[in-house]
């Protein structure tokens, strides 16, 4: 059974910054591609960030020179770190994983396990 436990949201100033983290059980952080998304109040859930198995990182255009999103294999960890951040990056942040079947899954792909969101609130 797949899960992954977010942590590291909280509630922090504008210009500051946030670093979430995703442990896996039942699930191998490099062995797909994994991602965080977010869900802002009334909006819908959009991705922020995508990591391939090999490495390929995509951002939403709205994050990309503030987030950068990583994985540790050894603690079968990802995270997030989020800098500069804006009021507008107030959300639920979760995080997301694919199924690699007979091909990996593009970061456009809708992701197959969740997490159970963290929440972060940014004050101006």
């Known amino acids: 059974q797949v899960q992954l436990v977010e942590s590291g949201g909280g509630s922090v100033q504008a210009g500051g910054s946030l670093k979430l983290s995703c442990v896996a059980s039942?699930?191998?952080?490099?062995?797909?591609?994994m991602g965080w998304y977010r869900q802002a109040p009334e909006k819908a859930r959009e991705m922020v960030s995508t990591i391939s198995t090999g490495g390929t990182m995509t951002y939403d255009d709205s994050v990309k020179g503030r987030f950068t999103i990583s994985r540790d294999n050894a603690k079968n960890t990802l995270y997030l770190q989020m800098n500069s951040l804006k009021t507008e990056d107030t959300a639920i942040y979760y995080c997301?994983?694919?199924?690699?079947?007979?091909?990996?899954?593009?970061?456009?792909?809708?992701?197959?396990?969740w997490g159970q969101g963290t929440q972060v609130v940014i004050s101006s």
């Open positions: 997301a994983a694919y199924r690699c079947v007979f091909r990996e899954p593009r970061y456009y792909d809708t992701p197959d396990y």
């Open positions: 039942g699930y191998i952080v490099s062995g797909c591609r």
